[in-house]
């Protein structure tokens, strides 16, 4: 639906950067999947008319991987935000790809565990 897709020029420019020093280079939309299904068929829609598709988190990759330099669809990720599973007992968690380091951090509050800066391994749901 409309509330779910964006092809306005500042929302376009948001997505078109990070935080590395490349230019700005927009997607020709943004779009705000909510579950892995609309991820799937937007994929797929994509894939049919070979057009690129672009991962948002959150901008603040160094190394310009939001740029679209050739268009296409911004995919933000944010709304994709729950916490499926925790296991205290081997340390892992199951995420989905909009889950942040601050709202996992707050998640993990009080049972002695955290996700610091720099960890790798946040698999996603």
């Known amino acids: 639906?409309?509330?779910?897709?964006?092809?306005?020029?500042?929302?376009?420019?948001q997505h078109g950067h990070d935080e590395s020093m490349h230019p700005c280079a927009p997607p020709d939309a943004v779009v705000w999947p909510q579950a892995v299904g609309q991820v799937q068929e937007l994929a797929a829609l994509c894939h049919r008319c070979r057009v690129?598709?672009?991962?948002?988190g959150t901008?603040?990759?160094?190394?310009?991987?939001v740029n679209a330099v050739q268009?296409?669809?911004?995919?933000?990720?944010?709304?994709?935000?729950?916490?499926?599973?925790?296991s205290l007992e081997d340390f892992s968690v199951t995420v989905?790809?909009?889950?942040?380091?601050k709202a996992l951090n707050?998640?993990?509050?009080?049972?002695?565990?955290?996700?610091?800066?720099?960890?790798?391994?946040?698999?996603?749901?």
């Open 71 to 86: 268009g296409g669809v911004c995919f933000d990720l944010s709304r994709m935000d729950a916490i499926a599973e925790l």
């Open 52 to 56: 690129p598709m672009v991962p948002f």
């Open 59 to 65: 901008g603040t990759g160094l190394e310009g991987g």
């Open 96 to 101: 989905e790809p909009g889950v942040t380091r």
């Open 1 to 13: 639906g409309a509330s779910n897709v964006s092809t306005a020029t500042a929302v376009r420019e």
């Open 106 to 125: 707050k998640h993990l509050r009080g049972t002695g565990l955290w996700f610091p800066v720099g960890t790798v391994g946040m698999r996603g749901v």
